[in-house]
C-alpha cells in the first residue's frame, strides 16, 4: 500500500523530532501501521535552517516557505502543525480541515482557546484532528482518558503537566533554594526559557487541563473560565513546612466533578509525600485520573522534549493511519463524547470550590491567638486536621516573641476560609498577611 | 441508532462487574459510544445464581446454561467472554469468531496460550478480539503499548502486574514478616486464593508478560518459553537486606529486546527503592515501558476486582463500537502490528539473559573468604557494585563465628553468575546454597 504523505508545518523542535523519530524507526512503524508514513513536504519560516536540519534528505524532501500551498497541496494527506500559537496556527489548521486533511499538533494553547471552532470544522468535513502530544508529552494520557477509561464516570483529574515548574519545585525543596535562584537554574540548564511566564504562572498547565477537563467530562473547552495560579510567589519555608506535616507542594492542574459544577484550577498544591504522584521530581510530568470503576490510574512519563513530543505526534500519525476508514460519526470523537453530547455543566468560580487548605501566619502572642483562630475557623465550620507551632523568636528592638503557625483544615467551601483569613487577618496579634494554599488529598 | 447487543459468557465477578458498570454508567457510555451498548443475553452455569445477581433486571435479561446458543445468537453482536481457563473458553471464543462476532475476553491464560490462534481465526474472520482486561486490570496498558507509543522501538517493558503477590511482599516488607505468614493473611483479606499457585508462583504474571512482549516486540505470544519464577521461596531477611542497601523486591514480568533476542521472565526483583515502581505498594499494579523516543513511561492503577477489571472490558466494548466499521486490515491489528509482519526473533533460554545480580552467603572466615569471592567473580568479569558484611554472631556448640555478606554485582550474563556461585560454595569457608537474585536498575 502506497505510503501516507505528511506535510510538516514548522521544523523546530517538535518538527524535527517527529522528522527523525518518523525516519529512524520507519520499518518498525510500517510493521504497526501497515503502510509508510512519510514527510513530503515542509513548510517553515527559516528555509535555509531547515535544509540544514534536514542534512542529506535536503535533497529529497521540498523545503519552502508557503504554509498555505502546504496545507492546499493535494499531495499531502495529513498536516502536522508545529508552528505554535493562536495565530497563524489557527488559521492554517482550519484551512487544511476544510481542503479535507487529517491535522495532527501539539499545539495545547490553541486547542484549549479555540477548540471548539476547530472540532466543529473538523467534524463537519468529517476528518480527524488529533492531539496527544498537547498533554504531557510522550505519555498517552489523552487516550486514555478518552479511550481506556470510557467505561467510567470520570470524577477528578489531578496533574503534574508542567516540567518547568515541576523542576523548579523540586530544586527548592531538594537544596533548599528560594524560587528566583531555582528558576535561574532552570534556565541555565534548559527546562526554563528565557521568558519563563507561560510556564511558572501556570499558563501553560491551565491549557492542558482545560484540554483534559473536556475530554474527562464531555464539556467544551472553556480556558476562559480556568482559575490559573503560578508558583512565582511561592515562599520555600512554606515547602519547609509542608514536608514537617507530611506534604509536597505541585503545581496542579485540577478537574473535578463537584455537585453544581466543575471545578477548572491550577495552582500549588500540597499533596501528601507518600502519594505516588508527589513523587515524581524533576522535569517529570505524572497525571492522576479517578474513575468511579476504575478506581485511581497514574500516567507518568517525560511531558516535553523534541523526542518525546514526537513519540506522541507520530502515533497520532499512526492512529489516522490506522482509522480514517472508519465512519467518521462513529469513530473516537475529538472530546471523547459525541459533538452532540457535550454538557453543558457549568465551571465554577474559584470561590465554589471545595478543598483543604494549608495556612500559614505570624502571631505575636501564640495562647491568646489560637483560641481567637480556632474560633473564627470553628464559626465557619471549618475543622483542623493539623497544627503545627514553630518555636518562638524574638523580633524588633522591642524584643516582642513572635512565631509561625502552622494550620491544615479539612474540606470547606473556598469563599468560607477566604472569610476566615479576612477576620483572622484583623485579629491584633495576627501580624500580616495569612498564606493560603490549597491541599488535596488525592483519594 | 440501535444498541449494541452483549452476550456474556459467565456471570461471576468479572461477568457482573461489566454489566453493573454498563447498566449504572450507560448514559455516560452513550454520550460517548454513540449508541447503547446493552447485555441482552447471558449464559451461565449456574443459572439460578445469576438470577438472583441481576435482581430486577432477571425478568428483562434472559439467562440460561447454553453458551454454544448464545454464541450461535444472530441477535449477539458482541460476545463477552468471562469465564477464564483455556478449555471450553477457548471453544466458545473460536466459535464466536467463526460466527463473525467480535469477541472482548479478560482471559489472560487463553491469550497467552492460545493467541496465535485466536488472532488469526479473527483476523481470517475480519472481526475484532479485545482484551485490555487481561493485564493490569482497569489500566489501560494494553491501549498504551499498541496505539499510544506505536512511534517507539520498545526497549523493555517491566510490570507489577500480579496484585497478590505485591500484596504479600509489601507486607514482608513494612510488617517483617515471613511468606507464610503474609500468605495467610493476603488470604484472610480476599487478596489470594484458597489455592494460591497461580499468583505465587508468577504463572499469572508470566502469562500477562507474554502478552505485553508479542505488543511490544511484535513476536508471536510464546508462553512456553516464558521463565517462570514466583515468590514462595524468597526469604525475609533478603528483603530486609535489599531495603539496607536501598533496594525493595517486587516480583517483576520484563520483557526486554537484547542483542541476540528477547527475554521473557518473571521473578522477584531488586529495583532501587527511589524509583517510583518501587513505591507501589498492596495490591497495586504497574508497569514500565521505555522506549527509544519517550523514555521510560509508567502506567498504575488496580490491577484485579470487579469494578476495575469491568472498566476494561467495556472500554474495549465502547471501542469495538466506534472502530468496527473500520477496514479490518487497516484496523488496529490485535498484537500492534500487522500479523504478516510479526517477526521470528528468538525469546532467550534464562541461562543467556543479562542481569545484575544480589548474592547473599552465609560464610565462617570473613577475610579468607572475601578475597576468594572477589577472585572467582573477577576471573568471570563480575564486577561488585556493593557490598553488605553483617556483625559475626557465635554459631552452634563449637562456638564458631559466621556471618552473612550480601554482594550487589554489576551487569552479566546469566550463565557467569551461575557457574561462580558453584564455585563459591564449592569454598569450605562458604556455608550451604548462596541465594541470588536478579536486580535491575530500571533504567
Redesign the interface.
Known amino acids: 500500500m502506497e505510503s501516507l504523505k505528511i506535510g510538516l508545518l514548522g521544523f523546530g523542535t517538535v518538527g524535527k ?1 517527529t522528522y527523525d ?2 525516519k ?2 520507519q520499518e ?7 503502510r509508510g508514513i512519510e514527510v513530503t513536504r515542509i513548510a517553515v519560516r527559516d528555509v535555509a535552517k531547515a535544509r540544514a536540519g534536514l542534512g542529506d534528505d535536503a535533497a529529497r524532501v521540498p523545503v519552502d516557505a508557503d504554509s498555505a500551498a502546504l496545507v492546499d497541496d493535494p499531495n499531502v494527506d495529513i498536516v502536522v502543525e508545529t508552528i505554535g500559537g493562536t495565530g497563524i496556527a489557527r488559521e492554517l489548521v482550519l484551512r487544511a480541515i476544510r481542503n479535507g486533511k487529517h491535522v495532527v499538533t501539539a499545539n495545547k494553547a490553541l486547542l484549549a482557546v479555540h477548540g471548539s471552532e476547530i472540532f466543529e470544522a473538523a467534524s463537519t468535513r468529517g476528518v480527524m484532528v488529533a492531539f ?1 502530544a498537547a498533554v504531557a ?4 494520557i489523552i ?2 482518558l478518552r ?7 470520570i470524577q477528578w483529574i489531578a496533574g503534574i503537566i508542567n516540567g518547568t515548574t515541576n523542576f523548579i519545585l523540586s530544586s527548592m525543596r531538594e537544596r533548599g533554594v528560594d524560587f528566583a535562584t531555582a528558576l535561574a537554574d532552570a534556565q541555565r540548564l534548559g527546562y526554563a526559557e528565557a521568558d519563563p511566564t507561560f510556564d511558572i504562572e501556570g499558563v501553560d498547565a491551565a491549557h492542558k487541563v482545560t484540554i483534559m477537563s473536556a475530554i474527562a467530562f ?1 464539556v467544551p473547552v472553556q480556558f476562559d473560565r480556568a482559575h490559573v495560579e503560578g508558583i512565582s510567589a511561592l515562599n520555600s519555608i512554606d515547602i519547609r513546612y509542608a514536608e514537617e506535616l507530611g506534604y509536597r507542594i505541585k503545581l496542579l492542574g485540577i478537574a473535578r466533578r463537584a455537585a453544581s459544577g466543575i471545578e477548572l484550577r491550577v495552582h500549588p498544591t500540597l499533596i501528601p509525600s507518600k502519594r ?1 504522584i508527589a ?2 521530581e524533576g522535569a517529570m510530568n ?1 497525571v492522576v485520573v479517578q ?12 511531558g516535553a522534549g523534541a ?2 513530543t ?6 497520532d500519525l ?2 489516522v ?7 467518521p ?5 475529538h472530546l ?3 459533538p452532540e ?1 457535550l454538557s453543558d455543566t457549568p465551571i465554577l468560580p474559584i470561590d465554589e470550590i471545595t478543598s483543604s487548605y494549608y495556612l500559614r501566619l505570624r502571631v505575636a502572642d501564640v495562647t491568646g491567638v489560637l483560641a481567637n483562630i480556632t474560633r473564627i475557623l470553628a464559626d465557619r465550620d471549618i475543622s483542623i486536621e493539623a497544627l503545627l507551632q514553630k518555636e518562638s523568636e524574638e523580633v524588633g528592638a522591642a524584643g516582642r516573641n513572635e512565631t509561625d503557625i502552622v494550620l491544615l483544615t479539612h474540606e470547606t467551601v473556598e469563599k468560607n476560609i477566604n472569610d476566615a483569613i479576612a477576620k483572622i487577618e484583623a485579629l491584633d496579634t495576627v501580624k500580616g498577611a495569612v498564606t493560603r494554599l490549597r491541599m488535596e488529598s488525592m483519594n
Not at 508529552?137 to 498517552?140: E, I, Q, R
Not at 514526537?310 to 502515533?315: G, Q, R, T
Not at 460519526?329 to 470523537?333: A, D, I, L, Y
Open positions: 523530532g523519530v518518523l529512524r524507526n518498525e512503524i510500517k510493521r504497526r501501521a501497515g496527544e508529552g510522550g505519555v498517552p487516550k486514555a479511550e481506556g477509561l470510557t467505561a467510567n464516570r464531555g505516588l513523587n515524581v505524572a474513575g468511579d470503576a476504575v478506581g485511581s490510574t497514574l500516567y507518568y512519563g517525560k523526542e518525546p514526537a513519540s506522541a505526534v507520530v502515533a499512526v492512529d493511519t490506522r482509522l480514517h476508514t472508519a465512519d460519526h462513529n469513530r473516537v470523537p471523547a463524547f459525541q453530547s
